[in-house]
């Protein structure tokens, strides 16, 4: 079991930055490939980025390529995601999730949400323009 609360969201102008945080509990940590998702209203929620267990491996959607960047600490039990020129678009809750299985299968299954076994309870993020 892993329980997931991640932080760091608010309120920033367009063209600003946030780094949310991603803390998780229990001793297993560094057994989970991580991701953040993000759901906008009456959207589905998409995928934004993905993180191996080592961290020696990142994908990111298209959309947020070269703004936002995943990593972790597993000393600290943490994945952040550091996200930079922020747009309009950006605005969404985004969560963190963890799943059990790091190999790579390609992006169908890393970037879809069903595939991830934990889930935190989501931050806010607004862009305002």
């Known amino acids: 079991q892993v329980q997931l609360v991640e932080s760091g969201g608010g309120l920033v102008q367009v063209g600003g930055s946030l780094r949310l945080s991603c803390a998780a509990s229990g001793r297993t940590f560094s057994s989970y490939a991580m991701g953040w998702f993000r759901q906008r209203p009456g959207k589905e929620r998409e995928f934004v980025a993905r993180?191996?267990?080592?961290?020696?491996?990142?994908y990111y959607a298209d959309s947020v390529k070269g703004r936002f960047t995943i990593s972790r600490d597993n000393a600290k039990n943490t994945v952040y995601l550091q996200m930079n020129s922020l747009k309009p678009e950006d605005t969404a809750a985004y969560y963190c999730?963890?799943?059990?299985?790091?190999?790579?299968?390609?992006?169908?299954?890393?970037?879809?949400?069903?595939?991830?076994?934990?889930w935190g309870q989501g931050t806010q993020v607004t862009v305002s323009s």
């Open positions: 999730a963890a799943d059990s299985t790091d190999a790579y299968y390609g992006p169908n299954r890393y970037s879809s949400p069903r595939f991830y076994d934990y």
């Open positions: 993180i191996t267990r080592s961290g020696g491996s990142t």
